[in-house]
């Protein structure tokens, strides 16, 4: 899944796709690195940002949706309001991406589910003004399947179908680094909950925590890709904004996993 910001404030690329023509180019771009989800928001999560007033929203995305989508590329809404996901998937999106999973809208359950889109549900404390200030666990593992749970038990409830769901951990959304890592290496147990399961991790503080302090945003597309490989085979998408590295790593975890498959003489001694 490539990321596309259309967004003046994003923590990544905050104002490099907030017009629309320069949008729609990018999200062609990362399908030709190879995305096979064109993840388009216009309100930026990042620490401390503020909300976006929804005609601002809806102004901002929906030509970026409507283009990509009728060039045929399979389209997410990464957007907490209801309103938004609805008039998307009117213009061709197919997924909705809630990072708030139904918390922030107490419409959005209900909305998603009148809808024939997929549903990704992250786990979500607050918005971005109070969310560092919930960042406190016992035990990160067991408190998010327990509280990401919820919300898609939710979702059900109010009428979206299971296999339309799939749950992403919200590195980042009221954690810490270690939470992070944490959550990273117990993917298992969210998968226990019984849906395909998304990270989105890319360019996260976490990860720039490892290319030290002098580091750049972009200088994080390594260990992004890094973990592209080392998830291929647990998650449904890896959520991504240099879709070039990610593929490259993946191609590179499939083609070390196919060749595995293969006898050699070894195996017949």
């Known amino acids: 899944m490539g990321v596309l910001n259309v967004t003046p404030d994003s923590f990544s690329d905050g104002g490099l796709y907030a017009e629309t023509g320069d949008a729609i180019a990018h999200g062609r771009a990362l399908v030709a690195d190879g995305a096979d989800i064109v993840d388009v928001g216009g309100e930026s999560t990042r620490p401390g940002a503020s909300r976006v007033a929804l005609d601002e929203e809806l102004r901002r995305i929906l030509p970026v949706v409507e283009s990509l989508a ?36 107490p419409d959005m359950n209900a909305t998603v589910a009148e809808l024939t889109a997929s549903y990704v549900i ?39 179908a299971p296999e339309r769901i799939v749950i992403d951990p919200g590195l980042g959304f009221a954690k810490r680094g270690a939470h992070n890592w944490a959550l990273l290496a117990h993917l298992d147990a969210l998968a226990g909950l019984g849906f395909p399961v998304m990270v989105g991790a890319s360019r996260k503080r976490f990860l720039g925590e490892l290319v030290g302090a002098a580091g750049s945003v972009e200088d994080r597309d390594l260990p992004t890709a890094v973990l592209s490989a080392l998830l291929a085979d647990d998650v449904w998408a890896v959520r991504v904004h240099d879709v070039a590295a990610s593929r490259l790593a993946l191609d590179t975890a499939a083609a070390l996993s196919a060749h595995r498959s293969e006898p050699t003489l070894m195996t017949e001694l």
């Open 70 to 105: 009728a060039d045929g590329v399979t389209v997410s809404v990464d957007t907490m309001n209801a309103a938004t996901a609805r008039a998307a998937v009117g213009a061709g999106a197919t997924i909705v991406n809630d990072v708030s999973g139904g918390l922030a809208d």
């Open 122 to 160: 992250s786990h979500w404390r607050g918005h971005s003004t109070v969310m560092e200030d919930r960042a406190h666990y016992d035990d990160v593992v067991l408190e998010v399947v327990r509280e990401l749970g919820g919300q898609a038990r939710a979702a059900v409830a109010a009428g979206v």
